[in-house]
């Protein structure tokens, strides 16, 4: 379980954001004949961007006492829902069009409302049947693989699981990438996805396990795991510090690619590669504090709300 939450969120933040800037950077040469060097954020986005520090801090707390309770569920569960209500409160600025979907979103979209809700139902469920039939048998095909290459079960389960399960949302992130204006949009696809995981999926986790075990109870990490969480939660720190000041520099992605790189490559070397992330938050705060004395995310944040109250408050009077 460790090992494939940790491995997932890494992939998103290591892998995921860079590969939507590098293909919204070739997207963007072959088409102007110039060099990206920075994806700018919407206002509306600093939604995401705010709401990703919340878990992120919150799992500082789970680090510390190293276990995942009922109650910790509760509260990362509270999290997301507080973050729903607030994408209800703000709505991207952005719409999409009917015209701009892959292939099978747009043709259910041109179905009548009936036929949507029906199709959106059956593709649901059955995505969850295949996901009970497949659950166990991938797990421990992928067990006998890594005993078979001789490699640990652990860091097996934590890179090659999430990169299968995770393909299908890196794909469609890249789909939107790869075309002009869209380049923030696929970012925040994976932001939110980070989202997700640092909320919902890790509160299904004690849920889940409660229920198999037959009465409440609660997760315990060892000293190992609490290394890879916390390597976990340094980098999707830094991430969020770097979004939040509105915009993913060429440079930025860069930097978090060779560190993801360097810890996939060295997995002895977490350590080390948990004191450079921090160090790199610690270089963020500063500059956000003391030079810039400002926070852009949280700057948009009150533009667009204020603006958005504005106009609710605007439409019954007209």
């Given at each position: 379980?460790?090992?494939?939450?940790?491995?997932?969120?890494?992939?998103?933040?290591?892998l995921?954001?860079?590969?939507?800037?590098?293909?919204?950077?070739?997207g963007?040469?072959?088409?102007?004949?110039?060099?990206?060097r920075?994806?700018?954020?919407?206002?509306?986005?600093?939604?995401?961007?705010?709401?990703l520090?919340?878990?992120?801090?919150?799992?500082?707390?789970?680090?510390?006492?190293?276990?995942?309770?009922?109650?910790?569920?509760?509260?990362?569960?509270?999290?997301?829902?507080?973050?729903?209500?607030?994408?209800?409160?703000?709505?991207?600025?952005?719409?999409e069009?009917?015209?701009?979907?892959?292939?099978?979103?747009?043709?259910i979209?041109?179905?009548?409302?009936?036929?949507?809700?029906?199709?959106?139902?059956?593709l649901?469920?059955?995505?969850?049947?295949?996901?009970?039939?497949?659950?166990?048998?991938?797990?421990?095909s992928?067990?006998?693989?890594?005993?078979?290459?001789?490699?640990?079960?652990?860091?097996?389960?934590?890179?090659?699981?999430?990169?299968?399960?995770?393909?299908?949302?890196?794909?469609?992130?890249?789909?939107?990438?790869?075309?002009?204006?869209?380049?923030?949009?696929?970012?925040?696809?994976?932001?939110?996805?980070?989202?997700?995981?640092?909320?919902?999926?890790?509160?299904?986790?004690?849920?889940?396990?409660?229920?198999?075990?037959?009465?409440?109870?609660?997760?315990?990490f060892?000293?190992?795991?609490?290394?890879?969480?916390?390597?976990?939660?340094?980098?999707?720190?830094?991430?969020?510090?770097?979004?939040?000041?509105?915009?993913?520099?060429?440079?930025?992605?860069?930097?978090?690619?060779?560190?993801?790189?360097?810890?996939?490559?060295?997995?002895?070397?977490?350590?080390?590669?948990?004191?450079?992330?921090?160090?790199?938050v610690?270089?963020?705060?500063?500059?956000?504090?003391?030079?810039?004395?400002?926070?852009?995310?949280?700057?948009?944040?009150?533009?667009?709300?204020?603006?958005?109250?504005?106009?609710?408050?605007?439409?019954?009077?007209?």
């Amino acid at each position: 379980m460790t090992a494939n939450f940790t491995g997932s969120l890494r992939l998103l933040v290591g892998l995921g954001w860079p590969l939507i800037f590098g293909v919204a950077a070739f997207g963007n040469w072959r088409r102007e004949h110039r060099l990206l060097r920075r994806i700018h954020l919407d206002e509306e986005h600093s939604v995401e961007v705010l709401a990703l520090g919340f878990p992120i801090l919150y799992f500082l707390v789970i680090y510390l006492k190293g276990t995942l309770t009922l109650l910790d569920a509760a509260v990362l569960m509270v999290i997301y829902v507080l973050y729903l209500w607030v994408l209800k409160k703000v709505p991207p600025r952005e719409v999409e069009e009917i015209a701009d979907l892959e292939a099978v979103p747009r043709r259910i979209m041109s179905l009548p409302r009936r036929g949507q809700i029906a199709a959106i139902v059956v593709l649901f469920a059955g995505g969850g049947l295949l996901l009970y039939i497949a659950a166990a048998p991938f797990l421990h095909s992928m067990l006998r693989f890594a005993v078979r290459l001789g490699v640990s079960e652990y860091l097996f389960i934590q890179w090659v699981a999430p990169f299968l399960s995770e393909f299908p949302e890196k794909l469609s992130a890249m789909y939107w990438a790869r075309r002009p204006g869209k380049s923030s949009m696929a970012l925040m696809n994976m932001v939110s996805a980070n989202i997700n995981q640092w909320t919902m999926l890790a509160a299904m986790i004690p849920i889940v396990y409660s229920f198999s075990v037959g009465s409440p109870t609660h997760i315990p990490f060892d000293e190992f795991q609490r290394a890879e969480i916390l390597l976990t939660v340094a980098q999707s720190m830094l991430g969020m510090l770097l979004l939040s000041n509105m915009s993913f520099h060429i440079v930025e992605a860069g930097g978090i690619f060779v560190l993801w790189g360097a810890q996939f490559a060295q997995p002895h070397l977490h350590k080390e590669i948990t004191i450079v992330y921090f160090a790199w938050v610690a270089y963020e705060l500063f500059m956000t504090i003391v030079v810039r004395r400002r926070l852009a995310a949280l700057d948009a944040f009150g533009r667009v709300w204020r603006a958005h109250a504005a106009r609710s408050r605007s439409v019954p009077a007209a």
